[in-house]
Nanobody, 125 residues
Framework: QVPLVESGGGSVQSGGSLRLSCVAS????????MGWFRQAPGKEREGVAA???????NYADSVQGRFTISQDNAKNTLYLQMNSLKAEDTAMYYC???????????????????WGQGTQVTVSS
């Protein structure tokens, strides 16, 4: 299993920014696609953003223009820059990785093989 560890969550006011990080331990970053998902209390998990090895991205409409997903293979790290945060962004955020073939970045949870433990993001309005 590929261990994934998220960090960077916290509490911010609406309009603020946070940058989430997801580190794949072991020194090797081989995922073909990675994504960020979130789940709020009482809500289903939703795909926020995804990226493939070619740098193609796929964003949920609700975060388009506000969030940016990126990855640094040399550092084995996935990032989610979140700007203009809204109260509706409050959720537990999870990073996920798919080690198999992935040519189109997917925001569908079942496409991913590995998951991090989550980091809480709370946005006050």
């Amino acid at each position: 299993q590929v261990p994934l560890v998220e960090s960077g969550g916290g509490s911010v006011q609406s309009g603020g920014s946070l940058r989430l990080s997801c580190v794949a331990s072991g020194g090797t970053y081989r995922s073909r696609c990675m994504g960020w998902f979130r789940q709020a209390p009482g809500k289903e998990r939703e795909g926020v953003a995804a990226i493939n090895s070619g740098g193609n991205t796929n964003y949920a409409d609700s975060v388009q223009g506000r969030f940016t997903i990126s990855q640094d293979n040399a550092k084995n790290t996935l990032y989610l820059q979140m700007n203009s945060l809204k109260a509706e962004d409050t959720a537990m955020y999870y990073c996920a990785a798919r080690s198999g073939a992935c040519y189109s970045p997917s925001r569908v949870p079942y496409m991913y093989n590995y998951w991090g433990q989550g980091t809480q993001v709370t946005v006050s309005s």
